[in-house]
T-cell receptor, first 114, second 110 residues
Framework: EPEVTQTPSHQVTQMGQEVILRCVPISNHLYFYWYRQILGQKVEFLVSFYNNEISEKSEIFDDQFSVERPDGSNFTLKIRSTKLEDSAMYFC????????????FGQGTRLTVV | KNEVEQSPQNLTAQEGEFITINCSYSVGISALHWLQQHPGGGIVSLFMLSSGKKKHGRLIATINIQEKHSSLHITASHPRDSAVYICAVSRETSGSRLTFGEGTQLTVNP
C-alpha cells in the first residue's frame, strides 16, 4: 500500500540552528500538508501546498518557516532559526484531491530543540 | 471553545466491551475524519465521512450532519485497539486543511 514517508524520524538540534524536515508524499497525490503536535496537545495545521505554491497557512507558520517541493517527489519543511517552542512532532500528509478525499499521514518527525 | 470537541478524553475498557467515542463540531464541514494515533506517534486514517455510516471490521463510524455529531464505535474491543482516537474535520470555509479534536485516549485491558 502506498504510504507517506518522513525523514528523519527523530532530530535533535540546538536553538538557533536551521532544520529541514523531509517528506515523500504518495506519488499521485496533489495536496500536501504539514501539521505539528506539541507533546500533550492536539494536532495543529501549519501549511497546505498545491500546484507548487502555498494554498493556506496558519498563524503559526511565520517567517521562520518555509516549504518547498524541490523535485517531483520530495516536500520539505524548513525551520530557519529554531526555538525551544518548536519542539514537537511534525507530520506530513497528502491527499489525492482536496477536502473531499482521505488524508494520508507520515509517521512523523520528532524534533527536539535544546 | 474548540471547534471540534471529543468525549470522553480518556476511556478504559475491558477486552470484549463495546466502545463509543463521540465528536461534536461547531462549524460547517465538508467531511469528518476519524484517525488513530499509536504510542509511537504515527497517525492512521480510519474513516472519512460526509454522511451516514461506514464500517470496517470491528469499527463503525456514524455522522449526523444536522446535529453536528459523529460517533466511533469499536465492537469486541481488544488490547491492540489501545491508542488515541482523533476526530478531525475539513471545514467548508478553510480549504482542505484539517481541524483536529483533542483526541480520546483508549486503553483496553485484557
Amino acid at each position: 500500500e502506498p504510504e507517506v514517508t518522513q525523514t528523519p524520524s527523530h532530530q535533535v538540534t540546538q536553538m538557533g540552528q536551521e532544520v529541514i524536515l523531509r517528506c515523500v508524499p504518495i506519488s499521485n497525490h496533489l495536496y500536501f500538508y504539514w501539521y505539528r503536535q506539541i507533546l500533550g496537545q492536539k494536532v495543529e495545521f501549519l501549511v497546505s501546498f498545491y500546484n507548487n505554491e502555498i494554498s493556506e497557512k496558519s498563524e503559526i507558520f511565520d517567517d521562520q518557516f518555509s516549504v518547498e517541493r524541490p523535485d517531483g517527489s520530495n516536500f520539505t519543511l524548513k525551520i530557519r532559526s529554531t526555538k525551544l517552542e518548536d519542539s514537537a512532532m511534525y507530520f506530513c500528509a497528502s491527499r489525492i484531491q482536496g477536502a473531499s478525499t482521505e488524508a494520508f499521514f507520515g509517521q512523523g518527525t520528532r524534533l527536539t530543540v535544546v | 471553545k474548540n471547534e471540534v470537541e471529543q468525549s470522553p478524553q480518556n476511556l478504559t475498557a475491558q477486552e470484549g466491551e463495546f466502545i463509543t467515542i463521540n465528536c461534536s463540531y461547531s462549524v460547517g464541514i465538508s467531511a469528518l475524519h476519524w484517525l488513530q494515533q499509536h504510542p509511537g506517534g504515527g497517525i492512521v486514517s480510519l474513516f472519512m465521512l460526509s454522511s451516514g455510516k461506514k464500517k470496517h471490521g470491528r469499527l463503525i463510524a456514524t455522522i449526523n450532519i444536522q446535529e453536528k455529531h459523529s460517533s466511533l464505535h469499536i465492537t469486541a474491543s481488544h488490547p491492540r485497539d489501545s491508542a488515541v482516537y482523533i476526530c478531525a474535520v475539513s471545514r467548508e470555509t478553510s480549504g482542505s486543511r484539517l481541524t483536529f479534536g483533542e483526541g480520546t485516549q483508549l486503553t483496553v485491558n485484557p
